[in-house]
């Protein structure tokens, strides 16, 4: 008998989306305007705790708006984790600025605060933090560092809805923060992504940018140059829905993780379960695992014979700075560069059963040994 396949992420839609897309079809509001779209946006808003989100087509689009609105250019540095997904330097690149790239705390995947400093230069505009698999940054020394050297920081929170940072959510702590709703995040439009900030200016700015320059205030003025990075209604009625959900999927990924945690606890100096700070709530966008010391087995053996039978997993972000377009092997990235070779993303979504989980772990251990 085959099994069926355990898929690594897969978005769970048992709410009201049906419901919404379809109000928003006998609406007739399927394009960029209609009332999901502002309904979407208080959602997104209040998950972060800020004063306003604006929504986007993805979550690329939006990390480019909040760049562009802060009037990054050409000549200006923004410092990064080496660690993170390649649109995070992608974005800064469309700006014509340069991504600095420094490595990540060897725990959390995150970028490592003691790092930043020495990478500030004269054309340092900023610090991007990545809130990578889910987890936050530790923002605290980061935004000191920031304030002293006046600098914004932008928050890359694509894979971290409902994260939190001590007693605040992720996506309100720097001066503005970017989701991604893509079809494997926690909350999902299919596409799309927003951006949220308390700086009233800066989203009035963004507003205008992602509609083609066009005056808020006045139809088909178009005082500046801006994009088509907009939203349309039916997407946004779909991520309402989503949203709803919000606290019954994080709950969810918190079991999953703990039952993760409770079939590998005996697996030390094989597998290294995720690490989570004692300021953060995680969000488990993904329960990302290293393959210990004693790991006799490469990474991308143990995850070819885990998709042998029938369980998919994804391999840890390669360090940008390693890809062609912004290659540099002079810069000294050991943590992420471990992270990268041993790391594992395990099946983490919603749908998965107690079974799955034992599956996947008996699976794993099989591969190790």
Known sequence: MTRSRISVAVPRLSGLEKTYVNEALDSTWISSRGPFIERFEMAVAEMAGTRHAVACNNGTTSLHLALAAMDLGPGDEVIMPALTYVATANCVHYCGARSVFVDNDPRTFNIDPERIEAAITPRTRGIMVVHL?????DMAPILDIAERHGLWVLEDAAEAHGARYRDQAVGGIGRCGSFSFFGNKIVTTGEGGAVTTNDDALAERMRILRSQGMDTQRRYW??????????????????????????????????????????????????????????????YWMYTIMLGPDARVERDQVMAGMDDQGVETRPVFYPVNHMPPYFNDTLHIPNAERCAGRGINLPTHELLTEADIDRVCETLLETLR
């Open 133 to 137: 698999y889910g987890q936050s940054a």
């Open 222 to 283: 178009h005082p500046v140059v801006g994009y088509n990075y907009r939203m349309t209604n039916i997407t946004a009625a779909i991520g309402v829905a989503q949203m709803e959900r919000l606290p019954e999927a994080l709950a969810t990924r918190k079991r999953i993780a703990a039952a993760y945690d409770e079939r590998l606890a005996g697996l030390e100096g094989l597998v290294e379960r995720p690490f989570t700070a004692q300021d953060c709530e995680h969000a």
